[in-house]
């Protein structure tokens, strides 16, 4: 089966730039989204096809895809992103999420 | 817009048959896939399967042989069928919007999610 991974935590300061990162193997091959899910809430997608922004997110999320490592950025962090992120991959016949990133905006 | 809707038991005990159902209300139901995906309690995100307005599905190899999924394009409904439960499926099982467009898929809507607690 395939895998994604993510770190399980990452931290930022508000203003700064958040990074987050989704690793598997050849994943620049494949798309990747990503999914915001605050607590007690149902996950949101914020970036699909590697780093297109559905109506209504933010410009400050953005996304990119290559080698063996997708990454989602927030630029200029808000205390309002804190929240789980999660990547998703897939392929002709099986979906993968990776096990989550809890952003916590310091 | 579309909206997504879900319903369902959320008490089972072991060995019964988890069943959810999903409505969509507005956009096309016809242009998507509709999905299944769950969470077990402070845990991450598990997809189940897919299936499209014309009954074509794709299952989760590791829950395939107890998962069925059906649509009912007359009411733009879908449905889920977990059989022979165990404590191990205790989860947020949320219904999904899906694109597909070639080699990529994601999710977006999603329902309120629906808690559904195994146990004796």
């Known amino acids: 089966s395939y895998d994604l991974t993510q770190p399980p935590s990452v931290s930022v300061s508000p203003g700064q730039t958040a990074s987050i990162t989704c690793s598997g193997d050849?994943?620049?091959?494949?798309?990747v989204s990503w999914y915001q899910q605050k607590p007690g809430q149902s996950p949101v997608l914020v970036i699909y096809?590697?780093?297109q922004r559905p109506s209504g997110i933010p410009e400050r999320f953005s996304g990119s895809n290559s080698g063996n490592a997708a990454t989602l950025t927030i630029s200029g962090t808000q205390a309002m992103d804190e929240a789980d992120y999660y990547c998703?991959?897939?392929?002709?016949?099986?979906?993968?999420f990776g096990g989550g990133t809890k952003l916590t905006v310091l | 817009q579309v909206q997504l809707q879900q319903w369902g038991a959320g008490l089972l005990k072991p060995s019964e048959t988890l069943s959810l159902t999903c409505a969509v209300y507005?956009?096309?139901?016809?242009?998507?896939?509709w999905s299944w995906i769950r969470q077990p309690p402070g845990k991450g995100l598990e997809w189940i399967g897919d299936i499209n307005h014309i009954g074509s599905t794709t299952y989760n190899p590791s829950l395939k042989s107890r998962v069925t999924i059906s649509v009912d394009t007359s009411t733009n409904h879908f449905s889920l069928k977990l059989s022979s439960v165990t404590a191990a499926d205790t989860a947020v099982y949320y219904c999904?919007?899906?694109?597909?467009?070639?080699?990529?898929?994601?999710?977006?809507?999603w329902g309120q999610g629906t808690l559904v607690t195994v146990s004796s």
């Open positions: 998703q991959a897939s392929d002709s016949s099986t979906v993968v």
């Open positions: 096809q590697d780093s």
């Open positions: 507005g956009g096309s139901f016809t242009n998507y896939y």
């Open positions: 050849n994943l620049g091959n494949k798309y």
């Open positions: 999904a919007n899906t694109a597909k467009v070639g080699p990529t898929t994601w999710f977006d809507p």
